[in-house]
């Protein structure tokens, strides 16, 4: 299993940095969703995959009986989607307002260089 | 030590109380005074004055509650913060009752009232606080309300930015200050000002926790060569000016090394420091005053002096400079306050803040002019006055010259603006026919005031011993018998009292200013360019990545995909490289064929995400988004971390709704790029994402590291009391992290909703 979601990892990051590279302003905001995705999922297999085994204390026990699922890189990566949720829900707020203002999507339409060249 | 000062062991709340029920008014004063009008400012005031009386009554004590972190709720009445107690509170009620005729009804003004009053609790909590840490919360505090009084008037462009830069300069004050207080832990191992004994001269920290501490109190309280902030605040409403720019809030940088003068002064940079400052902006302020024609300019360059003077005196070792500070502390905040307000009321009459423009207006406003010229009496420094006082025993303080230069200098201008202020628009020829007393609210400030200034010091005999007494007890770390009288007979000192208060008087009477455009020292301008440059260099940094990106073979100039090209280039690259060097990869994962499930998750999640490069409409590319972020979820759910699949779950969720929301009206995909560009870029990409895989493969067949997972596993129970280990990260061992990331979302909502609200002037 972790051999293919490694493979994963790999696809998401290339769609992500693929994605990020266009011109297209909502397309560059749907890269940075899938890279905070393939960042998450990096450092989820990172702690290692243990199917099954959530770090949750059962009843009775005090502590954790081994192989449980690494709870420090959970925390890490709940912080993180919370995060990226924040920054990609005004990232896409941004992007609206920006439409209204230039009345294009195109990222080079922002840009003072272009703009210069074409007109 | 300072202990038995104070009568301990009183089951008080008396402080907390205070501060409680300050905070919670400034929550409910917009309430009261969109109801009641202007009027409420009135209402309001009673809170000022009940604790005006608690201060009379309520006994020296120290309390303390732990709090987080290693923080306490300290609070501590004793001299020095009772006078500030008295001065914040009673100054407060009048300049309340003051606004209440001041303002007329106007939107925004519920607004006002919360953030004044909410200053008033913060200034009070400054002053109350044991604890150094407690007193920095409580400092930015006011900073932040001060900003939002200052840029009250927030259509005027210079009222904004005069409120900026008045919260810039303190709260960066501020800052230096806090990492002063840390330094001063390390020398005193405390942060309670009770409990911190003295610093040795010879500690090797004290020199820069006092450097770090006195900028913030240099900031604070205007001392050159931060002073340029001061005048320009004066674009608050005259109530705010009279209260936080005269009487309190500039004079929380002097209560500050007040405070700390017991355990600093034994610093060696102490005196030279403290003496140097206030020397500078005592001379500095007398010579800026020279230019000006505006009434709360004027004031706000007095203010600058009256401080730099009170600086002055706390950086000497002397008693009578002690004496001097604390009858100086009193008779500034009663005739500044009183002088503030008569400018506001003249300047309502007169429709004019030109002091020159104002004559003759003793007859049409008796009030005004009684409570004025007291409280100028008090700032020439007239016999029967607290102003002549503090002068007197300024005058006394031995030693060099200095000490009589500094306070010429300030006597000199308080003498000047006051007589300007508060006793020539009064006489003379009448020019301003249709001038008439302002309502009762709008004189009784500046008459109790100019009262209580004279009255205070006829009777400083009686109660001196009592309060005054008790100010130095806590200045000196020790209890002090100081003898308070109003007068010390005709001798020299006298003598040079008397004419400085005629000059002082001449000067006003004769001197008109020097010159339309005051020359700011390039402080002021100095500043304004740097802010307006900010945007260039910010702009220039990310130009920076320009060349970067012109690596991969794209026309440069400075375009984000071009950066992001770069950027992803290099970091292939690199991690390219680091694997290659750390010799052949073991790939040591045993392979374990996947269950059907697992592998069809794993497919359809890759291959969606792959879709979403070609989809051709948004919406079909958001869909497909979701469904990765699903996938994903279900990896997370399926390998023991229920609590993130529900965490993405949710996020992905809101983001496709907004997503539909936001793109929904936006054209469809173009092919912008052309073709050999989206070949560099697929070429890039997909060398980014085999070498993130190729790394995380390599993670994987090292051998792990769970010692730390055991560790907090095995305290989640019996230190945390939560069984989700997750949690127990979240909101306990890393509840600060956890603080951090819930300010980033709301910082974001804040973003979001400043961002919906705005109305988009069309560009183009």
């Known amino acids: 299993m972790s051999v293919l979601v490694v493979v994963l990892v790999g696809v998401l990051f290339a769609v992500a940095a693929y994605l990020m590279m266009r011109r297209s302003i909502v397309k560059l905001i749907f890269g940075l969703l899938l890279l905070g995705t393939s960042a998450n999922l990096f450092i989820f297999v990172a702690a290692r995959l243990v199917p099954g085994r959530p770090p949750i204390v059962a009843p009775g026990q005090s502590t954790l009986e081994p192989p449980f699922a690494d709870p420090l890189g959970q925390a890490l990566i709940l912080t993180a989607i919370v995060i990226s949720f924040g920054v ?3 990232a896409m707020v941004l992007v609206k307002k920006t439409y209204q203002a230039i009345g294009d999507d195109d990222l080079d339409a922002l840009d003072p260089v272009s703009r210069e060249e074409e007109g | 030590m300072l202990g038995p000062l104070w009568r301990s062991g009183l089951p008080d709340g008396g402080m907390l109380a205070v501060l409680g029920v300050g905070f919670l008014l400034s929550v409910l004063a917009p309430f009261v005074v969109r109801a009641a009008g202007p009027k409420g400012f009135a209402w309001l005031a009673a809170y000022p004055a009940g604790v005006f ?44 009752v003051y606004a209440s005729g001041y303002f007329k009804p106007r939107p925004n003004l519920g607004r006002f009232a919360g953030a004044f009053i909410g200053f008033m609790a913060s200034m009070l909590g400054l002053v109350l606080a044991d604890d150094a840490i407690l007193l920095f919360v409580f400092w930015e505090l006011t900073s932040v309300t001060s900003y939002l009084l200052i840029g009250f008037d927030h259509e005027s462009p210079s009222a904004r930015a005069s409120a900026q830069q008045a919260f810039l300069v303190t709260a960066a004050g501020g800052l230096a200050m806090l990492a002063g207080f840390v330094v001063l832990h390390s020398e005193t191992g405390t942060f309670r000002f009770s409990e911190m004994g003295f610093v040795v001269p010879e500690a090797l920290m004290g020199a820069p926790a006092l450097l770090l501490i006195v900028a913030g109190c240099a900031t604070k309280s205007a001392q050159f060569p931060f002073h340029f902030w001061l005048p320009n605040a004066m674009a608050a409403p005259t109530p705010v000016s009279a209260f936080l720019h005269s009487a309190t809030m500039v004079k929380a940088g002097v209560y500050l090394l007040a405070r700390l003068k ?10 030279p420091l403290l003496m140097g400052l206030g020397a500078a902006t005592a001379l500095v302020a007398l010579a800026l005053l020279a230019y000006h024609h505006d009434a709360k300019k004027l004031l706000a360059y007095t203010t600058m002096g009256a401080l730099g003077a009170l600086v002055f005196l706390l950086g000497q070792p002397d008693r009578y400079a002690l004496q ?7 008779a500034h905040a009663l005739y500044k306050g009183a002088l503030f307000l008569t400018a506001g009321s003249l300047d309502k009459a007169t429709g004019t803040r030109d002091v020159f423009a104002w004559s003759g207006l003793g007859r049409a406003m008796p009030w005004t002019a009684f409570g004025g010229a007291l409280a100028a009496g008090s700032a020439l420094g007239l016999v029967g006055t607290l102003g002549f006082i503090g002068k007197e025993y300024a005058l006394k303080v031995g030693g060099a010259p200095a000490g009589w230069i500094v306070t010429a200098a300030f006597a000199l201008g308080a003498g000047l603006v006051a007589s300007r202020v508060g006793i020539l628009p009064f006489v003379g020829g009448r020019r301003e026919a249709k001038a008439i007393e302002v309502p009762w609210a709008m004189w009784l400030g500046p008459v109790v005031l100019g009262v209580a200034g004279i009255g205070l010091a006829l009777s400083v005999g009686l109660w001196g011993a009592g309060l005054f007494d008790e ?9 002090v018998d100081w003898t308070w009288k109003p007068f010390f007979g005709f001798d ?6 008397l004419l400085l208060a005629g000059l002082g008087f001449w000067l006003g009477w004769r001197i008109r200013p020097l010159g339309s ?30 060349p970067v990106g012109s690596v991969t073979g794209a026309a440069a100039g400075g375009r984000l995909r071009d950066g992001l090209a770069g950027l992803f280039s290099v970091v292939t690259v690199v991690v390219a490289t680091g694997l290659a060097s750390s010799g052949p990869i073991r790939f040591a994962v045993p392979f374990v064929w996947p269950g059907v ?11 969606t995400a792959v879709a979403v490069v070609f989809a051709p409409r948004r919406v079909s590319a958001i869909c497909m988004l979701g469904i990765v972020g699903t996938g994903v979820a279900l990896i997370f759910l399926t390998h023991g971390a229920p609590d993130l699949a529900l965490t993405q779950l949710l996020a992905e969720l809101l983001v496709i709704v907004i997503a539909v929301l936001v793109f929904y009206r936006l054209p469809k995909f173009r092919s912008l790029s052309s073709g050999w560009v989206r070949v560099r870029d697929a070429t890039i990409a997909l060398g980014f994402g085999t070498v993130m895989a190729l790394l995380l493969l390599a993670v994987q067949s090292s051998p792990p590291q769970a010692d730390v997972a055991a560790g907090l596993a095995a305290r989640s129970v019996p230190e945390a009391y939560g069984r989700n280990v997750v949690n127990t990260i979240l909101v306990d061992f890393r509840a600060l992290d956890t603080l951090g990331e819930a300010t980033v979302l709301v910082v974001a909502a804040i973003g979001v909703l400043a961002l919906m609200r705005l109305r988009m002037e069309d560009a183009a």
């Open chain 2, 53 to 96: 009386a608690w201060g009379l009554a309520a006994p020296s004590e120290v309390t303390a509650f732990p709090w987080a972190a290693g923080v306490e709720v300290a609070l501590r009445l004793d001299g020095l913060s009772r006078l500030f107690v008295l001065l914040v509170s009673g100054l407060g009620a009048l300049i309340l």
């Open chain 2, 324 to 330: 001097a500070f604390v009858a100086l502390v009193t």
């Open chain 1, 88 to 90: 990609l829900a005004f």
């Open chain 2, 597 to 607: 499930f697992e592998a069809m998750l794993v497919v359809l999640a890759g291959a």
């Open chain 2, 471 to 479: 100010v130095g007890a806590s200045l000196r770390g020790r209890p």
């Open chain 2, 262 to 271: 017991p355990t600093m002064e034994s610093v060696t940079l102490w005196s």
């Open chain 2, 492 to 497: 020299r000192v006298f003598a040079a009292s």
């Open chain 2, 517 to 546: 455009t005051p020359p700011t020292m390039g402080l002021d301008r100095s500043w304004h360019r740097a802010v307006a440059a900010l945007p260039g260099w910010a702009a220039k940094a990310t130009s920076w990545l320009a």
